[in-house]
């Protein structure tokens, strides 16, 4: 029960408070957008840079830790297509933003802070890396996955070009690698930078939380249920547990390993109704996933905590 009141609650009340806001109207119009931008552009690079600087190059590139987060989500993809994309047959981009809505977990805006809440500042570390896995490998092979079915054979292989190109531009993906040049270099940071990565990445999560309240303003559970249930499932349940077998085969410290724990049992991200909106396809579907995971991970990540030991 403290694990919910002390970790779990106020993290999802933050999720309500955005979304009061938003469904009052209190912020006016474009709220949702600003908060993002500055969430995006602003914030979690501050956050991601002042985190890679400072942490120990044997620490950022903890292989076993970035290879259990992504063997657990290679094997989830595959289990996936082999299931879901049966039971629920679809184009291929449908089946891609599938098999996205089951494994990309939401750990930006709610990884880092419910692991900072959690852990304290050794949970972010791992939900930084976790975070800049998603965005410069995961999201990137989907984008390209739905590219590359939606297009004709001549422009396949600039569908690649443009997925790397992306992953070059992002403003998490430059902070982080510039963090980790600075940490290479063994300099230490200079205090008037590490005081403004501090305070502005101290209001990432909460502004991330927020945004992600703003975000379910008027999002419904239209869709196929049977096949939100199914992938809502295999994220919260099937997912952790394929990272325990991880575990298994290549060991943690506890921390690391009780924040892959986490992270692989988090909701689905909602940057897969971001590419859905995009595309024009899977829009309601994913949104039910984000919406179902999201509730329902009150309690699965509340049961987590207590076996965690978490108070």
Not at 102 to 127: D, H, R, V, W
Request: a neutral charge.
């Amino acid at each position: 029960m403290e694990a919910i009141i002390n970790v779990v609650l106020p993290v999802f009340a933050i999720i309500a408070s955005g979304w009061f806001c938003g469904r009052m109207g209190l912020l006016g119009d474009g709220a949702s957008q600003a908060l993002n931008g500055f969430t995006y552009f602003a914030a979690l690079p501050a956050l991601f840079f002042g985190a890679m600087a400072t942490a120990p190059l044997k620490d950022t590139f903890n292989l076993p830790f970035i290879a259990d987060y992504l063997g657990a989500v290679v094997i989830l993809a595959l289990l996936t297509w082999a299931i879901a994309g049966r039971l629920f047959p679809g184009k291929g981009d449908q089946i891609g933003l599938q098999n996205m809505a089951a494994n990309f977990s939401n750990t930006g805006y709610m990884g880092i802070p419910l692991l900072i809440t959690a852990f304290g500042e050794a949970g972010k570390l791992p939900a930084v890396i976790s975070t800049v896995l998603n965005g410069a490998i995961v999201m990137p092979f989907y984008i390209a996955v739905v590219e590359y079915t939606r297009s004709d054979a001549a422009h396949r292989a600039q569908v690649f070009a443009d997925a790397g190109l992306g992953v070059v531009k992002s403003p998490l993906v430059i902070s982080a690698v510039l963090g980790i040049l600075w940490s290479g270099l063994g300099v230490p940071v200079p205090i008037f930078l590490g005081k403004f990565c501090e305070i502005l990445g101290a209001a990432a999560p909460p502004a991330a939380l927020f945004a992600m309240g703003l975000f379910m303003v008027g999002k419904s559970f239209k869709g196929d249920r049977a096949e939100i249930a199914l992938l809502t499932g295999f994220k919260l349940l099937l997912h952790p547990l394929l990272a325990f077998g991880m575990l298994l085969l290549i060991p943690l410290e506890k921390t690391w390993a009780d924040s892959l724990l986490v992270l692989a049992a988090l909701p689905t991200g909602s940057l897969v109704f971001v590419l859905s909106n995009l595309y024009g396809v899977y829009t309601q579907r994913s949104t039910g996933v984000i919406i179902a995971s999201t509730f329902v991970s009150v309690v699965t990540l509340s049961l987590l905590f207590n076996l965690l030991g978490v108070r």
